[in-house]
């Protein structure tokens, strides 16, 4: 179990994160009560490419790297965050990440965030449109297998995978 100066830091994390912005404060502290800490020591993979992703990571310290079929593209440090896209759209994930030296992160799963998502419709909405709006971002820069189908809504892809109405 959390202890409250542990939920306070990650409530405090998580306010930076972009698409929990919609969160309400009751909503963000429940979130950081239900993550799930980690660590990671060397160079240690967290996520890889192609795999099923269920959750997401915010990076509380260390770095991370950032690794495209195999090539740099990113490291991440302190209050950035990887995997967000795969949790919200149940898309595979698009790239590998692994530890640099000692990395700790904040692991936001499916179910926690469901929870939320379907108690508050409105804050699901404002989610739902910061998802469309990121996945546009993305298509424009990733190959097409990572790209929503064809005639397929992002935000109809968000609301399917946390089974909102």
């Known amino acids: 179990m959390l ?13 930076r994160v972009e698409v ?3 969160l309400s404060l009751s909503e963000r502290h429940l979130l950081a009560t ?7 020591a060397g160079s240690r993979i967290v996520c890889e490419q192609n795999a099923p992703g269920t959750s997401m990571f915010v990076v509380v310290t260390g770095d991370a790297r950032v690794e495209v079929d195999g090539q740099a593209v990113a490291t991440l440090g302190p209050g950035q965050v990887f995997g967000e896209m795969s949790l919200l759209t149940g898309r595979r994930r698009s790239a ?4 640099s030296g000692l990395l700790e992160v904040l ?3 499916r179910p926690a965030f469901k929870a939320i998502l379907q108690a508050n419709p409105e804050t699901a909405d404002r ?10 971002a993305r298509d424009a820069l990733v190959e ?3 790209a929503i189908a064809p005639g397929e809504s992002a935000v109809e892809r968000f609301r ?3 089974e909102l109405p």
């Open 3 to 15: 202890v409250v100066d542990e939920v306070r830091r990650y409530d405090s994390m998580l306010a």
């Open 20 to 22: 929990l912005e919609p």
């Open 34 to 40: 239900l993550a799930e800490p980690g660590r990671h």
């Open 96 to 99: 590998t990440v692994t530890s």
């Open 107 to 109: 692991e936001i799963k």
């Open 127 to 136: 989610i739902g449109e910061l998802v469309a709006l990121r996945q546009a």
């Open 144 to 146: 097409a297998r990572d």
């Open 160 to 162: 399917e995978v946390f």
